[in-house]
Every structure is written in structure tokens, then in C-alpha cells.
């Protein structure tokens, strides 16, 4: 049975930063893109980076800058590492696993709240 388990969420102040990790289980990890997606109350769910598997990565315009999404096979884990976070970064955050239009898996989300 497939799995992403995310974890690392929380609260954080404006400016701060927060990591959080999907762990994948029941898939071959090193076959699948990755990525990292977010939804806010009341929005849709928009994608924050994925890293293919290959390594190639690619951003949000959003977050460019400021999140780098990095994976290590051997922990069949993807990392998101967020910086210089900002109230509009509150949300909660998806892992998605993706092997092909077909093929697509999603954990359960985690949620990032930033605020004072």
C-alpha cells in the first residue's frame, strides 16, 4: 500500500523558517517525481516545487528564492526547506507522488500556520 507521510509542520513568526519531510513508502521512490503542493482556506491547490527523478527542481514564482525542495533516495524522503516565511505561506502542505498522468499519490498533508 502506498504512503507519503509528511511531517514537520507548525506555527512560525514571519521571517522564520521551517522544514518539513514526506516520507514515501510502497512505491520505488527513485522512479517518481515529487512535489509539494499547498492549499490556503478558500483557495486551490497550488504547486510549491517538485524535483523530478532526475534532480531537476522548479519553483513557484511564490516561493522562488526563499523554499528549496530536495529529496535523498537512500530515505525514499523529500525535504522542503522554507525561509523567510510569510503570513501568505500559511497553508497546508501536500506531498505528491507522480510517476505519470495515471499514476499520482498524495499524502495527507501537514500544516504550516505563520503568524505573530
Known amino acids: 500500500q502506498v504512503q507519503l507521510a509528511e511531517s514537520g509542520g507548525g506555527l512560525v513568526q514571519p521571517g522564520g523558517s521551517l522544514s518539513v519531510s514526506c516520507r514515501a513508502s510502497?512505491?520505488?521512490?527513485?522512479?517518481?517525481?515529487m512535489g509539494w503542493y499547498r492549499q490556503a482556506p478558500g483557495k486551490q491547490r497550488e504547486l510549491v516545487a517538485a524535483i523530478t527523478s532526475g534532480g531537476s527542481t522548479n519553483y513557484a514564482d511564490s516561493v522562488k528564492g526563499r523554499f528549496t525542495i530536495s529529496r535523498d533516495n537512500a530515505k525514499s524522503t523529500v525535504y522542503l526547506q522554507m525561509n523567510s516565511l510569510k503570513p501568505e505561506d500559511t497553508a497546508v502542505y501536500y506531498c505528491n507522488a507522480r510517476l505519470g498522468p495515471h499514476i499520482n499519490y498524495w499524502g495527507k498533508g501537514t500544516l504550516v500556520t505563520v503568524s505573530s
Open positions: 510502497g512505491i520505488t521512490f527513485t522512479n517518481y517525481n
